[in-house]
């Protein structure tokens, strides 16, 4: 950017994994930041209630300075957090088996009081997976290595990946037989049971699926802001940065989307989505209460989330992470390989795993794979990646000479797409 005299750089919500680019060039826009202020001799700010792991790391080594705000804008008081065993749970008479009673009696006086509530669930349509009892088998993208999931509204069933979509099937595709069953809950799912519950409210939900131009979104939260909307339902685009002060209770309908997930960050993304989500409520004078329904109550990432407890998450997760050698504590180069021959898939991989261990010798940097990607299949094309995890001692001799070779490796024909993700934020 053009800028003359550069100052200061602002980053705010820095721990945001969008700021990854993830289509070459694959930078990070973070660093990016800090590198172009320190060119500049101008001062970086990164800014966040749930900072990455890697800036919390370098903030208590000293390489950053650490500034504190430790009270809320306008003196409000941290809303309480309310854990909330799932498997315990009995539907309530006239109630939904998507929302706790506690919840739900929240909502209704909160509904009474003239306050407003936001239930949020990371999760688009009205059911991610529709499973056949007979066989056992879930309905999924031919092209891809995901279920489908059904969007009421338009009675179609979409990939999320390819965004393929079809009518949805009314006996199975593998065994034929009738009667699909749907399993999990969206978006769609929980703005239905909303009504159900609360016929008189004024609901509202934001998604990619009601969102379609700025315009949508701009009119939906002045709606919201303005008082015409008595409950807001949504996924990650409501997640933060709002402010409306008569915002007194937020749900959050399943906390375990993110935390099982087959990433080595799951963890630390699902107490930042819960820091982040229970910050919108008790922004005003009006107290805030936030009920975290879970299916695993004890975990540490929701336990110390529900506490507003980031410093002893972020202890407790660093000491995983440097018992396995991940980031911050080590460096993470990881390799793609598409193709859609699957066996030509397997033989480059097989090759490029070949070279990264010939290029880095006798040192003891460890390469893992090459092994399907978890997503297998995508748009089509088989994937299988490898990992190469080195510590930061070794991460100027090893660490180079394996992403020379990977680079090398990625130029050179091989019939197959070569991916090459320096310190990848996500191994999906």
């Not at 070459?24 to 172009?36: F, K, L, N």
């Not at 500034?67 to 809303?79: A, E, F, H, I, T």
């Not at 990371?122 to 499973?131: E, I, K, Q, S, T």
């Not at 898939?345 to 090759?351: G, K, L, Q, S």
């Amino acid at each position: 950017a053009p800028v003359n005299d550069l100052g200061v750089v602002v980053v705010d919500e820095e721990h945001e994994p969008s700021f990854k680019q993830e289509s070459s060039p694959r930078y990070h826009g973070r660093d990016v930041a800090v590198e172009r202020a320190r060119r500049s001799d101008a001062v970086c700010i990164l800014g966040s209630a749930t900072p990455s792991l890697e800036t919390w790391h370098r903030a208590r080594t000293g390489d950053y300075q650490r500034l504190l705000l430790p009270d809320r804008v306008g003196g409000g008081r941290m809303p309480k957090v309310e854990v909330v065993d799932m498997k315990l749970e009995k539907t309530p008479p006239g109630g939904s088996h998507l929302f706790s009673k506690h919840l739900q009696q929240e909502l209704s006086a909160a509904i009474e009081r003239g306050e407003q509530g936001i239930l949020f669930l990371n999760r688009r349509g009205y059911a991610p997976v529709l499973w056949c009892p007979n066989c056992k088998e879930v309905v999924r993208c031919d092209q891809c290595d995901v279920s489908l999931t059904w969007h009421r509204s338009v009675d179609r069933v979409v990939c999320h990946s390819c965004c393929e979509e079809a009518s949805p099937p009314k006996a199975c595709p593998a065994c034929t037989a009738p009667g699909l069953r749907m399993l999990g809950s969206g978006a769609e799912q929980v703005e239905g049971a909303l009504r159900r519950v609360f016929p008189d409210a004024r609901i509202l939900r934001m998604d990619s699926d009601t969102m379609h131009r700025r315009e949508d979104y701009e009119r939906s939260l002045a709606a919201f802001g303005s008082g015409e909307v008595d409950l807001l339902v949504g996924t990650q685009m409501i997640a933060k940065g709002l402010d409306f002060p008569r915002v007194t209770v937020v749900g959050i309908v399943s906390a375990d989307t993110s935390l099982h997930l087959p990433d080595f960050r799951a963890s630390e993304r699902t107490f930042q989505l819960i820091s982040q989500v229970a910050g919108r409520a008790g922004r005003g004078e009006l107290a805030g209460r936030i009920y975290v329904q879970t299916n695993s109550p004890d975990h540490p990432a929701i336990r110390r989330a529900a506490a507003h407890d980031f410093e002893t998450f972020a202890t407790e997760e660093f000491a995983l992470r440097e018992e396995l050698g991940y980031p911050p504590v080590g460096r993470l180069l990881r390799v793609v390989i598409e193709d859609e021959d699957e066996r030509r898939a397997n033989a480059t991989a097989a090759a490029c795993a070949e070279t990264l261990r010939a290029s880095i010798g006798e040192q003891m940097v460890p390469i893992l794979g090459p092994a399907p990607a978890p997503m297998a299949l995508l748009r089509g094309r088989h994937r299988r990646h490898i990992l190469v995890k080195a510590s930061a001692a070794l991460a100027d001799g090893a660490f180079r000479a394996a992403r020379r070779a990977a680079v090398e490796f990625a130029q050179a024909p091989s019939g197959s797409r070569v991916l090459v993700d320096v310190d990848p934020v996500s191994l999906f």
